[in-house]
């Protein structure tokens, strides 16, 4: 998958161009078609489908909003929780590094997302649910 990255990135750029020049702008929705595409190819179906609970899709929304970051803290992250996510978090947290989603940095209780564009598509989702509101 990681292989893929770049490939969908420049695609993504290639059909965001209506002028024939890459700039940053095209670039940038490269990226964002490319979260996009890993997201629904990976995570709709690996993660936002398997993990049915309403609390762990909550987790992931409020994991969204985090700072764009290479790593997040366990303790800064659940201090923002309400309580039903404080009780699931660690349950959650397993499953995702199971399903390869997060993984444990050298720092105990630091995780950071296996591919950025995970992230990435977490966040887009996250915003996508906030206006829906």
């Given amino acids: 998958m990681n292989q893929e990255a770049p490939l969908l990135v420049a695609g993504g750029s290639h059909w965001e161009d209506f002028d024939s020049c890459i700039d940053k702008g095209d670039a940038i929705k490269g990226i964002f078609h490319a979260a996009e595409t890993v997201g629904r190819k990976y995570l709709d179906r690996q993660v936002y489908q398997t993990l049915r609970s309403e609390t762990y899709h909550s987790i992931l ?51 950071r997302f296996s591919n950025e564009l995970f992230r990435l598509y977490v966040m887009i989702e996250a915003l996508i649910a906030e206006e829906r509101g």
Avoid at 79 to 87: D, H
Avoid at 91 to 102: D, I, K
Wanted: hydrophobic fraction near 30%; avoid cysteine; charged fraction near 50%.
């Fill in 61 to 111: 929304r409020r994991m969204g909003k985090l700072p764009l970051e290479a790593k997040f803290r366990r303790k800064e992250l659940v201090k923002e929780m309400n309580e039903s996510e404080r009780r699931n978090f660690d349950n959650f947290r397993q499953r995702m590094e199971e399903l390869g989603v997060l993984a444990k940095e050298e720092v105990r209780g630091e995780y």
